[in-house]
């Protein structure tokens, strides 16, 4: 549980006096209500968002001098660019028995044979659109890339099935990894063949060259 209290003055001048309170800013988003502003301890907001759950964690929200509790996720928050701190936050109540969408890492596990003789492995897709339950959304996914060859891609469709959790994203269009050849490798490969064909035609030229300075020294004979 995470006690908060309503927020009475907006401003910018409000809002640094109260981060250098150690107060952090927010709003509280409910389905047919208005929005809340409020204000909750930093320390206590990083408590709750440290846990098992991480940022997708089910915060029981209370407003302080009140026993309601409002079940609400992360929806949005913001951080300083030069101490990494969160300046503000937005949460979003919800029902727990409806599902809500969500956006999930994918954490990459295992080593790819392709990486071992060579190949590069790219994560292209780092997070996917989910659908569950807000009790049933997961830290991250694990994705098994143990497997992967050079030149082999996984997709969506390949991500492991989780209970109650419908993935969004086309499960065929959107890739999660792939193992490729070295660009580098690539380029030398691609050099070496435009030198020999190169050669080639000069060797192609030098012989007809030839075959025409014989034909035209016969004429002369």
Same mark, same amino acid.
């Given at each position: 549980?995470?006690?908060?209290?309503?927020?009475?003055?907006?401003?910018?001048?409000?809002?640094?006096?109260?981060?250098?309170?150690?107060?952090?800013?927010?709003?509280?988003?409910?389905?047919?209500?208005?929005?809340?502003?409020f204000? $909750?301890?930093?320390?206590?907001?990083?408590? #709750? /968002?440290?846990?098992?759950?991480?940022? @997708?964690?089910? &915060? *029981? %929200?209370?407003?302080?001098?009140?026993?309601?509790?409002?079940?609400?996720?992360?929806?949005?928050?913001?951080?300083?660019?030069?101490?990494g701190?969160?300046?503000?936050?937005?949460?979003?109540?919800?029902?727990?028995?409806?599902?809500?969408?969500?956006?999930?890492?994918?954490?990459?596990?295992?080593?790819?044979?392709?990486?071992?003789?060579g190949?590069?492995?790219?994560? $292209?897709?780092?997070?996917?659109?989910?659908e #569950? /339950?807000?009790?049933?959304?997961?830290? @991250?996914?694990? &994705? *098994? %890339?143990?497997?992967?060859?050079?030149?082999?891609?996984?997709?969506?469709?390949?991500l492991p099935?989780?209970?109650?959790?419908?993935?969004?994203?086309?499960?065929?269009?959107?890739?999660?990894?792939?193992?490729t050849?070295?660009?580098?490798?690539?380029?030398?490969?691609?050099?070496?063949?435009?030198?020999?064909?190169?050669?080639?035609?000069?060797?192609v030229e030098?012989?007809?060259?030839?075959?025409?300075?014989?034909?035209?020294?016969?004429?002369?004979?």
């Open positions: 549980m995470i006690e908060v209290r309503e927020r009475e003055q907006l401003g910018s001048r409000d809002t640094r006096r109260l981060r250098k309170q150690g107060l952090i800013p927010g709003v509280l988003y409910g389905k047919g209500k208005a929005p809340h502003a204000v $909750v301890p930093e320390r206590d907001l990083r408590e #709750a /968002l440290t846990g098992p759950s991480g940022l @997708h964690a089910i &915060l *029981d %929200v209370v407003v302080a001098g009140q026993t309601t509790v409002h079940p609400s996720i992360l929806k949005e928050y913001q951080r300083d660019p030069i101490r701190t969160v300046t503000h936050i937005d949460l979003q109540e919800v029902r727990l028995d409806q599902p809500i969408h969500a956006l999930v890492a994918v954490d990459l596990v295992g080593e790819a044979p392709g990486v071992k003789l190949g590069v492995l790219t994560h $292209v897709t780092r997070d996917v659109n989910i #569950a /339950l807000p009790m049933s959304i997961p830290e @991250h996914v694990d &994705l *098994d %890339v143990g497997a992967l060859e050079i030149g082999d891609t996984l997709r969506v469709e390949d099935a989780l209970p109650g959790v419908t993935y969004l994203d086309d499960p065929y269009e959107t890739v999660i990894v792939t193992v050849m070295p660009k580098l490798v690539v380029e030398e490969e691609a050099e070496v063949v435009e030198g020999e064909a190169a050669e080639g035609e000069g060797a030098g012989a007809e060259g030839e075959a025409a300075g014989g034909e035209t020294r016969s004429a002369e004979e």
